[in-house]
């Protein structure tokens, strides 16, 4: 699997908006770009995916560098429940059932 | 909606013992994973079904490792005979299909303690 690096932490202030980077170098043409955050004492959650094109939920966006090589997972206004470790990790688009977890960012929101 | 419900939360066992872990996905979903949390490892994967079928359990550490998945919506993880070492938060995960635009969707996890 490629891999993905991610800042070991990052802080950001309450109603404010957050720029998670993710860089992955490696990426393959065909390789999804998935992110998933984990709250304190529950398992992961997904948050969003794309591949190419910047793409947009209900929970944050994804921006995805015109190389591929970097992306960012944007939450637009981040509250104390948005704190969590999140993680980027790439999935190949065919036959690549398992989730590699990397050591993820941890998000301190403070008040 | 239901999400995967995992049992116990919470286990306290000793040494030795046989520990069980259960797992119910997603009603519909036909892929179940299940992943194991360190402070030292991290997440990992340990196996994954598809259909009730194991496809990759080179994810399980060694023979006191089992696990089965009887029908769609039961599954679990067994330790026999567990050790400290195995003390752990094993999540269990579905999702609809294996491929890569599924997300999976995970259980609250089952901290085991092995004393």
């Known amino acids: 699997d490629a891999k993905t690096t991610q800042p070991n932490s990052m802080e950001s202030n309450e109603e404010e908006p957050v720029h998670l980077p993710c860089n992955h170098s490696t990426i393959s043409g065909t390789d999804y770009i998935h992110w998933y955050r984990q709250l304190p004492s529950q398992g992961p959650e997904y948050v969003i995916h794309g591949l190419t094109s910047n793409v947009n939920n209900r929970m944050a966006s994804l921006a995805i560098a015109e190389d591929r090589k970097s992306s960012t997972l944007i939450l637009h206004r981040a509250t104390l429940r948005d704190a969590a470790v999140y993680y980027c990790?790439?999935?190949?688009?065919?036959?690549?059932?398992?989730?590699?977890f990397g050591t993820g960012t941890r998000l301190t929101i403070i008040p | 909606d239901a999400g995967v419900i995992q049992s116990p939360r919470h286990e306290v066992t000793e040494m030795g013992q046989e520990v069980t872990l259960r797992c119910k996905p997603i009603s519909g979903h036909d892929y179940l994973f299940w992943y194991r949390q360190t402070m030292m490892r991290g997440l990992e994967l340990l196996i994954y079904?598809?259909?009730?079928?194991?496809?990759?359990d080179s994810g399980m550490p060694e023979d006191r490792f089992s696990a089965k998945m009887p029908n769609a919506s039961f599954s679990t993880l067994k330790i026999q005979p567990s050790e400290p070492r195995d003390s752990a938060v094993y999540f269990c995960?579905?999702?609809?299909?294996?491929?890569?635009?599924?997300?999976?969707?995970f259980g609250d996890g089952t901290r085991l303690s092995i004393l």
């Open positions: 079904f598809n259909n009730n079928v194991p496809i990759d």
């Open positions: 995960a579905s999702s609809l299909r294996g491929n890569s635009n599924q997300p999976q969707h």
């Open positions: 990790i790439l999935r190949a688009n065919f036959g690549n059932e398992k989730l590699t």
